[in-house]
């Protein structure tokens, strides 16, 4: 394997990574310390849309992890960054929570159920049957079909919830439209967090717990990439893929040195 320049700036999950069922990880308060101090550039990424990152900035908080707002990058904001880029000023009828709502009028997009441009779906605990039969008849009649992450479970203390990728392929079953997926793995989303923060994908790391999302995002970016076994994937697990991390630790606490 070709050797890779120093690390100077990193990109790390957060479920899985940081804290878990609401805990924080041990090692994650020294590791994003350290990253406060070395200067590096960083950020904080999340698949799910439901909060904005001034909301995910106060429930971190609480948890005693200080990420700063600027420093925290959803699949909400990079789904309205990629329709800004792609239609700037359209109109799209959203099902999602506030992070994704808040995200798009942000950009100056307009909300609406009337011949929108695109269908986005998102993240939300309340999936209701007349707002997914409204995204399938608007999908039918030619509005482009967009979603924020293709994650099909997400984490619950019950146990696994459908997600945004379950209910995506309901609505693609109804309309026999597949939707663009902006979160990860696609490496949309990556480069635009590097570039969001000014760094280039030679010199950049991606921490994750997913070998499906977070590790091959990273490697399609082209970024130096670590999995923790404190979430999702579990060594047994790494073998089943034909692509590998570049480094598999324990926990976040084994990356502190590396900063």
């Given amino acids: 394997m070709a050797e890779r320049k120093p690390i100077e700036s990193w990109l790390t999950d957060m479920d899985g990574v940081l ?3 609401g805990i924080p990880i041990k090692g994650a308060d020294a590791f994003l310390s350290r990253l406060r101090e070395s200067g590096k550039p960083f950020l904080v990424l999340t698949n799910n849309s439901m909060q904005t990152p001034r909301d995910l900035h106060a429930r971190l908080a609480r948890m005693g992890l200080d ?11 990079a789904t309205a960054q990629f329709l800004d ?17 808040t995200a798009m009028h942000d950009i100056g997009y307009v909300l609406t159920d009337a011949q ?16 997914l039969t409204r995204a ?9 079909f967009i979603a924020t992450n293709p994650d099909e479970t997400g984490p619950s203390a019950e146990g696994p919830l459908p997600a945004t990728g379950s209910v995506a392929a309901l609505i693609t079953k109804a309309t026999g ?13 990556m480069r635009a967090g590097l570039n969001k923060i000014g760094a280039h994908s030679e010199t ?15 490697l399609e970016a082209g970024m130096e990439t670590f999995l923790v076994l404190t979430g999702i994937s579990s060594p047994a697990e790494v073998d089943r893929h034909p692509f590998r991390p570049s480094t598999v630790v324990d926990s976040i606490a084994d990356l502190v040195e590396r900063v």
């Fill in 19 to 21: 804290i878990h069922e």
């Fill in 177 to 189: 439209q597949e939707p663009y997926f902006v979160g990860k793995p696609n490496p949309l989303m």
């Fill in 116 to 131: 929108p441009d695109y269908v986005v779906l998102g993240e939300t605990r309340t999936y209701s049957f007349e707002a």
């Fill in 204 to 218: 950049s790391a991606m921490i994750g717990d997913r070998m499906d999302t977070d590790m091959l995002a990273g």
């Fill in 85 to 101: 880029d792609q239609r700037p000023g359209g109109t799209a009828y959203v099902i999602g929570e506030a992070g994704l709502t």
């Fill in 67 to 77: 990420v700063p707002v600027d420093n925290i990058w959803t699949s909400a904001l």
């Fill in 136 to 144: 399938i008849r608007l999908i039918n009649n030619g509005s482009r």
